[in-house]
């Protein structure tokens, strides 16, 4: 199993993981460890338990409606997500989105062998106070022989400072 050692590490020492990207959407957000109130301010949380991008199994990120992940309501099977990290860029190719109830978490499982990426965030998207229901992306990883970490001038190149 590849572990994500340098990105393990980044998250150990900053909380940041790296960058997500939905070109298409016009997406570019910082991911960050944790879900918590605070970590979900600065960027978008990778959820606890769930692997790293590069990992076997599933990528859990989690991002609020109304802010980071607000362009997912637009989300096509087929699009293309990018997570950058020291470790290098993972592609993700999305498969479906769903709308369900905030008890699935069994959404968040992976197998030993999957590598794929889960999004959630809350829906519906414009709705005030807590929202009753989750949007859910579920993406599979393409071009795995292809993932080369940057060789970068800056240390860095992923985020920006978060502090």
Known sequence: MTRAVATRR?????????????????????????????SLRRGVGHVKGTAYPGEHGNVGLAGHRDTYFRPLRKIESGDHIVLRTPDGHFVYEVDTSLIVSPQRGDLMKGGKDDAKLTLVTCYPFYYIGPAPRRFVVIAHEVDRDRKVADKPDHPRPYVASIR
Not at 15 to 32: F, K, N, P, Q
């Open 10 to 38: 980044e998250a150990s020492s900053t909380g940041l993981i790296g960058r997500i990207e939905i070109e298409r959407l016009g997406v570019s957000e910082l991911v960050v460890e944790g879900t918590t109130s605070k």
